[in-house]
Nanobody
């Protein structure tokens, strides 16, 4: 059974920082591309940051220079360090694991963790 368990969300003031963690089980973690998505009320889910199995990273423009995604394959964990948080970063953040193997797409999601940026 595949599980992705996020942690680290919470309430933070504008300008503050949070670090999200997502620990996976039931998959060969090192072979999966990992991503952090977010969904704010009334908005579509969007990719915030991604890291490939090889370590390449990509970010949505609105978080470049503020957020950093990283992974620790020994711990089956992906992180999202979020600095200089803004109210518009408020959303539920979801962890995603994705692999395409022999034409089959394997796509798994965590349950989400709430991030609220407010004074």
């Amino acid at each position: 059974q595949v599980r992705l368990v996020e942690s680290g969300g919470g309430l933070v003031q504008p300008g503050g920082s949070l670090r999200l963690s997502c620990t996976a089980s039931g998959i060969i973690f090192s072979t999966y591309d990992m991503g952090w998505y977010r969904q704010a009320p009334g908005k579509q889910r969007e990719l915030v940051a991604g890291i490939s199995s090889g370590g390449s990273t990509n970010y949505v423009d609105s978080v470049k220079g503020r957020f950093t995604i990283s992974r620790d394959n020994a711990k089956n964990t992906v992180y999202l360090q979020m600095n200089s948080l803004k109210p518009e970063d408020t959303a539920v953040y979801y962890c995603n694991a994705r692999l395409i193997l022999l034409g089959i797409k394997y796509d798994f999601w965590g349950q989400g963790t709430q991030v609220t940026v407010s004074s």
